[in-house]
Each structure stands twice: as structure tokens, then as C-alpha cells.
């Protein structure tokens, strides 16, 4: 069985860097997408960006200037930094599988999400 | 980027319904459209993929349709663990963008 858990601070300070580490077990991180994905309390999804095992990456258009996502394979595990944060990125942040079996982007394994406040 | 518009933003019914919601992309994304189920406090979770595809273990009540622009998800007869949050998300181009939100409410 897929699992995936994020793990990181669930407060940082306005202006400052925000990184998560989403630890992946039961499938190799050596295959597939994996993705960042946020929701803003009450409101909606919102993709982030994905990386391949090969490092590959690529983001959100409205995010990519302060966004960095990196894959650690020997440790099977992904990583997103967002730099400059504001009130405005306070959200629960997941991790996610892409399926990568219908030939575009679904997301059939997600971690169990994380809170982070961004907050003085 | 592409749009999603999901309709309606809630929905009142009860056990048993029929229930149908909609989305629609703002061009078209083929069959790429994929449909989660919310619980308060929990993650998303795949119902339907490519449109039309069951993921895994999903009960056969809930079923998708449609292509191009305009796509469904139905629910053949509601049970009380359907009562959640459904969401539409396009996996045709980057930003893979996710609709608003449905809110299935019991009556």
C-alpha cells in the first residue's frame, strides 16, 4: 500500500522560507509524478508543482518564481521550498501521487496534508 | 490557464437520490478530467479518472461522463458517506487546475 506523510514546521514567519518533506513508502520514487498540492482553509485546491525522479520539475505559473521542489531518491522522499511567504500561504499543503496511467495528470495517492500558518 | 466551473456550489439531498454534478473547462481538455471526494479534515480522494474510469475500489453508484468541455459525476443512489465535498480537476496542461468545490448536503 502507497503512503505518503509530509512532514515540516507548521509555523513560519512572514517573509521567511517554508520547506516540507513528504517521505514516500510502499512504491519506489524512482517512477511516477509526485506532486505539492495546497488548500487554503475553507477554500479550494491548488496545484503547486511536480517533480520526476529525474529532477525534472515544473510549477504553477503563479508560484514558480518563489517555488522549489527537489527529489531525494535515496531517501525516497520529495521536497518544496516556497520562499518569501505571506499570510496568503497559510494552507494545509499535500503531497500526491500522480497515476500516470491515463495519460494526463491524476492524483491517486495524497499524504494526509499538514497546516502550515504563516504567521509573526 | 484553464478554468473549472463546477455547478451547483451546494446541493441539499437525501438518501437514495440521484445526484448530478457538473463541470465545465473553459476550452476543451479532451477527457482529462479527473473527480475527488472531500471529507472534512481528510485528503482528496480519486472516484473517477479519464472522465469515465473508476479508480479502485469506488463504489459502481458513482460514474462519470462526458469530453471536450462539458463533463459529469453521478451518484445512482446516495448513501450517508456521500455526503461530502467533490471536486473536478482538469489533467490535460499545467496548472491542472481543480473547480471550485460541490457541497453535498443531507436534506
Known amino acids: 500500500q502507497v503512503q505518503l506523510q509530509e512532514s515540516g514546521p507548521a509555523l513560519v514567519k512572514p517573509s521567511e522560507t517554508l520547506s516540507l518533506t513528504c517521505t514516500v513508502s510502499g512504491d519506489s520514487i524512482g517512477s511516477d509524478y509526485w506532486s505539492w498540492i495546497r488548500q487554503p482553509p475553507g477554500k479550494g485546491l491548488e496545484w503547486i508543482g511536480y517533480?520526476?525522479?529525474?529532477?525534472?520539475?515544473d510549477y504553477n505559473p503563479s508560484l514558480k518564481s518563489r517555488v522549489t521542489i527537489s527529489v531525494d531518491t535515496s531517501r525516497n522522499e520529495f521536497s518544496l521550498r516556497l520562499t518569501s511567504v505571506t499570510a496568503a500561504d497559510t494552507a494545509v499543503y499535500y503531497c500526491?501521487?500522480?497515476?500516470?496511467?491515463?495519460?494526463?495528470?491524476?492524483?491517486?495517492?495524497w499524504g494526509q496534508g499538514i497546516l502550515v500558518t504563516v504567521s509573526s | 490557464d484553464i478554468q473549472m466551473t463546477q455547478s451547483p456550489s451546494s446541493l441539499s439531498a437525501s438518501v437514495g437520490d440521484r445526484v448530478t454534478i457538473t463541470c465545465r473547462a473553459s476550452?476543451?481538455?479532451?477527457?482529462?478530467l479527473n473527480w475527488y471526494q472531500q471529507k472534512p479534515g481528510k485528503a482528496p480522494h480519486l472516484l473517477i479518472y479519464a472522465a469515465s474510469y473508476l479508480q479502485n475500489g469506488v463504489p459502481s453508484r458513482f460514474s462519470g461522463s462526458g469530453s471536450g468541455t462539458d463533463f459529469t459525476l453521478t451518484i445512482s443512489s446516495l448513501q450517508p458517506e456521500d455526503f461530502a465535498t467533490y471536486y473536478c480537476?482538469?489533467?490535460?496542461?499545467?496548472?491542472?487546475?481543480f473547480g471550485q468545490g460541490t457541497k453535498l448536503e443531507i436534506k
Open positions: 517533480t520526476y525522479y529525474s529532477g525534472t520539475t
Open positions: 480537476q482538469e489533467g490535460y496542461s499545467m496548472p491542472y487546475t
Open positions: 500526491a501521487r500522480d497515476m500516470s496511467s491515463s495519460g494526463g495528470i491524476d492524483f491517486d495517492y
Open positions: 476550452q476543451s481538455i479532451s477527457v482529462y
